[in-house]
DNA sequence: TCACAGTGACTTTTT
DNA sequence: GTCACTGTGA
């Protein structure tokens, strides 16, 4: 019998999907129906190959990627709900709560995110300044991104100094003993674990029969090992990439891995997908335009099968603000014919950039959601939220305790609270305290001031109290956690997991969830008094902010379990997409996101803003890392399906300070021809096409402030100091416009009429 | 111990 | 322009 499924492929695809034996790359181009080779394929395997769908593991690298993949692969085929789809920290995040006792970790642990890395980098390095922290914990993650321990040697490749190495030895020992754990160890410590166990090893092995990865061009050195390991002799292993979208190399992404698929693992098969299916004629033409200009490549052209469609827009506006309006009106246009707002997507190259854009939107009403900004969660209110749950869930996580334990103010000072820190970790190396760590500590200090005394006993019993009404819902105890041997296959062990949630999808009927635990928390702690106090003097919504965590908690049920989900989810899954305004319509919205984040998206209409030189690209130091940034254009050129707009300003508000900013290079590689160009195309752009006729002399300018302004003349600038102006320009608007030489080394453009505040003549 | 005010650094990109 | 950190005075 043959699946409908499988009619509607091209003969690649085909092929891709139905192939056995061997291992399989499959180097699927942009808008090639990768997504529909993956989930066609997990289809196939259990309907025509009998394969359980437990014993299929695909792994991606965003949540969204994984969302969206499990619940096409169950259109497909209903089983399918049974089957692994993860992301890659998922998966490690799981498997190491069930065997992290091979790693020396307890299953009650947390994960700490990069700010966190900082912090407990500082606690046990202080003589770093927080500037110096963050550089080294950078390193410790990209490190742990290439599977690296503070003894290996190889650590050189990522800082040869012997301090380096000292001060990762220092971070890990602290980690350790908080029981927690950073990003990178999700992917570093199961590969560790399952290297020196072999029965380990061989059991997780055993548990796979196919593993699929999605968007392998952008796997690191951990990740490629983690694989390696999780593959066995009877495991099929399918990867999907394709080197032109690799931007993830500033996290350790190793192209390699894709370039040496064959020589890694033998007879490996490669199909090729190259017919896009997603984009018009016109928008390709101007991909190819660009990614044809990176060096280090494979090297491939998409076949357009949709037909010619529009021509893109490159549209030049004058400033930031402008540029925002001119998408509102792109937007409300198309809406008022019919076009639904989540056709349309704003890219930009940092998530400063959405700042404009969702000021616009507010005020003409048009809605939208922002993707993977991390505000929410790093809202003070919600950090001392998630750091009550984090010290619930773990009594040994001293940068939890440290933000709550005196907040609001209990009269406990930062040596109180060293003291404690301290007495409980002496305590737990002589073992007087077994369980319950800096918990326990609360208890047991002496020798604090009465007040201090007070504030602490307060503070311990809160949570001991919420502790206990967690254990207390607890309901019979899972065999999973005591599972140290192999006994249990995954089909069970997900089995088991699974009823857990429907038992608590019946309980939750009573209301029994974890928006309790959050509500209490904020009540008794006397987070409430505190924020609302603030909301009052301030106009902020920190309430607010609290009682929609809560919200977000209502889906765990209210236990030591699911405490931990919620912790996970949250870490695990910091794009919640955060919606403004009326809530309801929430499917109908314009997106507002990354460059980065648009991995595996498509849209009808896109935006690309902000095609300045030093926005994107950034001011890039090496060849390797503009190539990076082009392919990063190139993904998202080849976001759109139907229509492609690209706006660049001249000006634009940096740090505060108004710029002039030059055209993008990258637009100077797009054919003239390929595009429709809106606006007063900049001396920079045209600049691009003209063979030599530059005219930036400035010696004889028509303009007012030429006669102040003259080239060869001295000035002083607020933030740079002193320089000389090596040039001068008139700009369409009829700006007069000066490019000035800095003593720092620095060159800037400054339009003088704006600068009035900062910019002086020096008279000599 | 805490609240406030002044100063300086800051913008890549993500799990 | 904004946020986080630091130092001072209460």
């Not at 695909?58 to 969302?67: I, L, Q």
């Not at 742990?144 to 290996?152: A, F, G, I, R, S």
């Not at 309801?584 to 996101?593: C, M, P």
């Amino acid at each position: 019998m043959t699946q409908d499924y499988l009619s509607v492929l091209n003969p690649e695809q085909l092929e891709a999907v139905t192939h056995t034996g061997s291992p399989l790359l499959i180097l699927a181009g942009a808008g090639s129906g990768k997504t529909r080779v993956i989930t066609t394929k997990i289809a196939y395997l259990i309907d025509e190959q009998n394969i359980e769908p437990w014993k299929i593991l695909a792994v991606t690298f965003t949540k969204k990627a994984a969302t969206e993949m499990r619940e096409r692969a169950e259109k497909l085929c209903e089983r399918a709900v049974k089957s692994q789809i993860k992301t890659f920290h998922s998966f490690g995040a799981w498997l190491l709560r069930l065997y992290g006792n091979f790693a020396g970790i307890d299953s009650n642990f947390t994960v700490y995110d990069d700010d966190d890395m900082v912090s407990l980098l500082v606690k046990a390095a202080p003589q770093l300044s927080k500037q110096q922290a963050s550089i080294v914990a950078h390193k410790i993650a990209l490190a742990k991104d290439y599977c690296l321990t503070p003894e290996n040697p190889d650590l050189r490749i990522i800082d040869s100094d012997a301090e380096f190495a000292e001060l990762y030895g220092l971070y890990e020992n602290r980690l350790r003993e908080t029981g927690n754990v950073d990003f990178g160890d999700l992917i570093m410590l199961p590969v560790l674990m399952m290297e020196k166990n072999p029965d380990l090893r061989n059991y997780i092995q055993n548990q796979f029969k196919v593993i699929m990865v999605d968007e392998y061009q952008d796997s690191n050195v951990a990740q490629f090992r983690f694989l390696k390991n999780l593959v066995g002799e009877n495991t099929y292993l399918c990867v999907v990439g394709d080197d032109d979208q690799s931007i993830y190399k500033f996290r350790g992404a190793d192209i390699n891995n894709i370039l040496d698929f064959q020589k890694e693992f033998n007879n490996t098969k490669i199909i090729r997908l190259v017919k896009n299916y997603r984009s018009t004629s016109q928008i390709l033409k101007c991909a190819d335009d660009v990614v044809k200009n990176n060096k280090s490549r494979l090297g491939k052209t998409l076949e357009a099968v949709r037909g010619e469609g529009k021509k893109p827009v490159l549209a030049f506006v004058p400033s930031g603000d402008d540029e925002a309006t001119f998408c509102g009106e792109l937007v409300s246009q198309s809406n008022k014919k019919g076009v639904p707002y989540s056709d349309w997507a704003v890219l930009y190259r940092t998530n400063a950039q959405s700042l404009n854009f969702e000021k616009v939107f507010n005020q003409r009403k048009i809605p939208y959601v922002i993707v993977g900004s991390l505000k929410f969660f790093e809202r003070e209110e919600i950090k001392d939220l998630i750091c009550f749950c984090k010290f619930i869930a773990n009594p040994m996580d001293e940068l939890a305790f440290e933000r709550i334990i005196n907040k609001p103010a209990r009269g406990i000072g930062k040596v109180s609270v060293e003291k404690i820190i301290n007495f409980a970790k002496e305590s737990k190396k002589s073992s007087l305290i077994e369980t319950d760590g800096i918990l326990e500590a609360c208890f047991q200090m002496k020798g604090l001031s009465k007040k201090t005394q007070e504030g602490v006993s307060f503070f311990g019993n809160l949570i001991k109290d919420l502790k206990e009404i967690l254990i207390s819902n607890e309901g019979k105890k899972t065999e999973i956690e005591t599972l140290a041997d192999f006994s249990l296959d995954f089909e069970t062990i997900l089995q088991q997991q699974e009823n857990q949630l429907k038992e608590f999808s019946e309980n939750s009927a009573e209301e029994n969830t974890l928006s309790k635990l959050i509500e209490t928390i904020i009540k008794k702690s006397g987070l409430a008094e505190y924020y609302a106090s603030i909301d009052e003097t301030t106009g902020t919504q920190k309430v607010l902010n609290m009682q929609e965590l809560c919200s977000v908690a209502r889906d765990f049920p209210n236990n030591m379990e699911g405490l931990s989900r919620f912790l996970d989810q949250l870490e695990l899954d910091r794009s919640l997409e955060t919606e403004n305004s009326s809530d309801d319509e929430n499917k109908n919205a314009v997106t507002l996101i990354t460059l980065h984040n648009t991995k595996g998206l498509e849209f009808p209409k896109v935006v690309i803003s902000g095609m300045e030189y030093g926005i994107f690209p950034r001011r890039e130091k090496t060849p390797d890392e503009l190539e990076e940034e082009r392919r990063l254009f190139y993904v998202g050129i080849t976001r759109a399906k139907d229509h492609l707009y690209l706006t660049s300003s001249k000006l634009r508000v940096l740090y505060g300070r108004l710029e002039a900013m030059e055209v993008s290079p990258f637009l100077g590689e797009i054919n003239p021809e390929n595009l429709d160009v809106l606006g007063n195309q900049p001396p920079s752009y045209k600049r691009f096409f003209s063979k030599g006729n530059s005219s930036e002399n400035g010696e004889n300018l028509d303009h007012p402030l030429a006669k102040r302004w003259k080239k060869g003349a001295f000035v002083y600038h607020d933030d740079y100091g002193t320089g000389q102006i090596i040039n001068c320009s008139i700009t369409e608007d009829e700006e007069y416009c000066i490019g000035v030489q800095f003593e720092t080394g620095e060159k800037k453009k400054f339009l003088p009429k704006y600068q009035q505040n900062h910019l002086t003549l020096v008279v000599e």
